[in-house]
Nanobody, 127 residues
């Protein structure tokens, strides 16, 4: 049974930091590209960041470049998102997702190309 379980969300003031984690099971984690998406109320799902299987390739959405860092630990089947300099507009539900490769499915930010999804963790940033 495939599972992606996010944790680390919560409430933080603007300028603060949070670190999200996503623990995977039920599939060969090291063979999958991983990503973080977010969705705010009334808005579509937005690609935040993505990382290749070995961790050497990363992608970021324009709104988080320079503030967020995606990383992975294949020995622990865990994906991370370090979020610094948080802004109120970062408030959203954050989801991790797994995709079998970059070769097919179009851009990394195409949410429809991901095979597995977690249930999400809420991040709320106050001004």
């Amino acid at each position: 049974q495939v599972q992606l379980v996010e944790s680390g969300g919560g409430s933080e003031q603007a300028g603060g930091s949070l670190r999200l984690s996503c623990t995977a099971s039920g599939f060969t984690y090291k063979d999958y590209c991983m990503a973080w998406f977010r969705q705010a109320p009334g808005r579509g799902r937005e690609g935040v960041a993505a990382i290749g299987t070995g961790g050497g390739t990363t992608y970021y959405g324009d709104s988080v470049k320079g503030r967020f860092t995606i990383s992975r630990d294949n020995a622990k089947n865990t994906l991370y998102l370090q979020m610094n300099s948080l802004k109120p507009e970062d408030t959203a539900m954050y989801y991790c997702a797994a995709r079998s490769g970059w070769e097919y499915g179009g851009p990394w930010s195409n949410s429809g190309s991901y095979n597995y999804w977690g249930q999400g963790t809420q991040v709320t940033v106050s001004s």
